[in-house]
C-alpha cells in the first residue's frame, strides 16, 4: 500500500551534482526545523528511487528527475505526468526548476530556454499545482564556491586566490588542479563529501536563488 502523502514536491535537475546538492540542502531544512526527516525509499514495483520528507503530523513525497541530457529535458514533462500527477492525483504538488540560464547565450549548449518554457506549459497541462524557477547565471559549483573557506578546510588548504576566469565548475577544476599530485574535482555522487562539509547557511544567505521557497515548500 502506498504512504498517505499531504503533498508533493519535485526537482527537475540539470545534473547528478545538482541532486546531491539540493539532497543536502533538504537535510540541512530537516535541522532547522526540528522533528523533520528525510527518508530515501523506493517503489517496489517500477524501481524508483524517491524520497519522503516526515514529521509527526504529515509526510512529503519528494520526486527527483536528473535530466543529463537535451534529449531528457522533453521527457521530464512525461515523467512529471506518470511518477508524480498519476501516481497521486489527488495531491498538490511544487514542482522545482533547477538550471543554468547563462549557457543559453551560448552558440552551443545541451538547454534552451525555450525548451525549459515549454517544460513549464507540459507541466501546467500535467495539473503542477506551482512551478517555481530556481535558475541563475551559475553552475552549482559557483554556488558551492560561495563558501570558499568551506572548501578551503575541506582541501585542507589556507585561504587563497579562487581562480578567475569561466564558470563555476571550470574554476573548482582549476582550484583543485592547484593542490597538484593528481588532485582532481568529481562530479555527481563523488562530490557528497565536498558538499557535505559546506556551509549552507552561509550559501543560502548569499546565493541568487531563492532557497528559502524550498525551505517554504
Not at 36 to 59: A, F
Not at 65 to 91: D, K, M
Request: glycine content about 8%.
Amino acid at each position: 500500500m502506498k504512504e498517505e502523502f499531504a503533498r508533493g514536491v519535485a526537482f527537475i535537475l540539470e545534473g547528478d551534482t545538482e541532486k546531491v546538492f539540493y539532497l543536502a540542502l533538504l537535510e540541512h531544512f530537516c535541522k532547522r526545523h526540528a522533528g523533520w526527516e528525510l527518508i530515501k525509499s523506493n517503489d517496489p514495483k517500477s524501481g524508483e528511487i524517491y524520497y519522503v520528507l516526515r514529521n509527526e503530523e504529515r509526510n512529503i513525497v519528494i520526486k527527483i528527475f536528473v535530466v543529463g541530457t537535451i534529449t531528457q529535458l522533453a521527457h521530464s514533462g512525461t515523467w512529471f505526468e506518470n511518477r508524480c500527477h498519476r501516481a497521486y492525483p489527488s495531491l498538490k504538488w511544487t514542482v522545482f526548476l533547477c538550471y543554468d540560464t547563462d549557457d543559453y547565450m551560448a552558440n552551443i549548449t545541451k538547454f534552451y530556454e525555450g525548451d525549459w518554457a515549454e517544460l513549464r506549459k507540459r507541466l501546467a497541462k500535467s495539473k503542477a499545482g506551482e512551478v517555481v524557477d530556481l535558475a541563475a547565471q551559475a553552475d552549482i559549483e559557483d554556488i558551492m564556491l560561495l563558501d570558499s573557506d568551506g572548501i578551503f578546510k575541506f582541501l585542507g588548504i589556507g585561504p587563497c586566490q579562487i581562480p578567475t576566469g569561466g564558470k563555476g565548475k571550470s574554476k573548482m577544476k582549476r582550484l583543485f588542479r592547484l593542490l597538484g599530485s593528481g588532485s582532481a574535482y568529481h562530479e555527481g555522487m563523488r562530490a557528497k563529501e565536498l558538499v557535505d562539509a559546506l556551509d549552507l547557511d552561509f550559501i543560502i544567505q548569499r546565493a541568487p536563488l531563492d532557497f528559502q521557497k524550498i525551505e517554504k515548500a
